[in-house]
C-alpha cells in the first residue's frame, strides 16, 4: 500500500508492504561446517519461511495524464532464525532482522 498526497505532476508517497520470504530446502545435500552458531546458509537449506516488512517511500512524476516515472527507496527487512552467522560473519545468538536497502527506478501508462 502506499500513501501520498498528489499535486499537479508530483506525487510523494510512503509504502509499506508486509509479507512473506519462503526458503524452499535444498533438493540437493549441503556441504556446511560442523560449529556452532551455523552459517545461516545451512538453516535455510533446510527450509524455512520468515516474516518480511519493507517500509519505504519515493517520489511519482507524471509526465503526461497516462505516463508517470517513479523511484521508489526502501528498506526491506526479514526476520531470521537464529542461532547463525550471517554473510558478515556477524553472530546472532536468537532470531535476528537482516536489513535490504533497495532502490528501483520505473515507468507506467495509465489506462
Do not use: Q
Request: hydrophobic letters at 40%.
Amino acid at each position: 500500500m502506499t500513501v501520498g498526497p498528489r499535486t499537479d505532476r508530483i506525487r510523494p508517497f510512503a509504502k509499506v508492504r508486509p509479507g512473506f520470504v519462503a526458503f524452499r530446502g535444498s533438493s540437493e545435500p549441503v556441504a556446511c561446517i560442523l560449529i556452532f552458531p551455523p552459517p545461516l546458509s545451512c538453516i535455510l537449506a533446510e527450509g524455512h519461511t520468515a516474516f518480511a516488512l519493507d517500509l519505504g517511500g519515493g517520489v511519482e512524476v507524471f509526465m503526461t495524464p497516462r505516463s508517470f516515472l517513479r523511484l521508489d527507496v526502501s528498506n526491506r527487512m526479514v526476520r531470521y532464525p537464529g542461532p547463525a552467522f550471517d554473510a558478515d560473519n556477524d553472530t546472532h545468538e536468537d532470531d535476528f532482522i537482516g536489513h535490504e536497502l533497495r532502490l528501483a527506478v520505473g515507468g507506467g501508462w495509465r489506462f
